[in-house]
């Protein structure tokens, strides 16, 4: 997926005549070969009544910034949280020291409650846990959650590892609730690998595909 992008120090912007405030078209006003970036394949894990979801290869110095894709990520059990951890370079057990924040905006089916607001509940403050990425997901067979989290250049052995996400759920509760978490591992060891799992009991189905944008 090919990015343009702006010659911002270039960018001539000038009165024109009748117009206002507008472009003074010219050779620098764009990057002349429109390809700011790409995002690249490196692999996809499709569950099936699985405990666990690992990306523990691909994720290297290739890339500056990693994106998970979540598709119709369904629990087998009810009223569960989705959740992530990652391991330092030779390390394991997914237990990585990590600062979070968590906030969400909620609508339930009956149109009588809505919300927007910090989940305390849901962050963590060094601790070593896994980080949940959305509230209590329904099992029901046509509920799921769906999201993306984003992880900034884990291989960095300088500064710790930043990663934000956005979930959507359908709520146990039978709500639309909409999840947002940011975060760092605080860690200057390169983080190498990522597991995805629920709170209790297993991924029923649904995908995770991992990409790596320049």
């Known amino acids: 997926m090919a990015l343009s992008k702006l010659n911002y120090n270039s960018l001539n912007l000038t009165p024109v005549a009748g117009k206002g405030i507008g472009f003074d078209s010219g050779a620098d006003d764009l990057e002349a070969s429109f390809s700011g970036g790409s995002m690249v394949f490196i692999s996809k894990s499709t569950a099936s009544s699985s405990s666990t979801i690992s990306f523990t290869s691909g994720i290297d110095s290739t890339y500056k ?33 990590m600062t979070t924040t968590v906030f969400n905006a909620n609508h339930n ?24 990425l959305t509230r209590s997901v329904g099992a029901d067979a046509d509920q799921s959650c769906c999201g993306t989290l984003h992880l900034f250049n884990p291989s960095s052995t300088t500064f710790v590892k ?33 597991q995805f799992k629920f709170a209790s009991g297993n991924i029923d189905a649904g995908t995770i595909t991992l990409y790596g944008i320049n």
């Open 162 to 194: 930043h990663y934000i996400s956005t979930f959507q759920e359908a709520n146990e509760g039978d709500y639309s609730m909409n999840v947002f978490t940011a975060g760092y591992f605080n860690t200057t060891s390169a983080i190498d690998e990522i």
């Open 65 to 97: 910034e990693y994106l998970f894709i979540f598709k119709d990520i369904h629990p087998g059990t009810n009223a569960q949280e989705f959740l992530f951890q990652g391991n330092a370079a030779g390390g394991s057990g997914f237990d990585e020291t």
């Open 109 to 132: 089916e009956a149109d009588s409650d809505t919300g927007l607001g910090y989940v305390s509940g849901s962050d963590q403050a060094q601790g070593t846990s896994f980080q949940k």
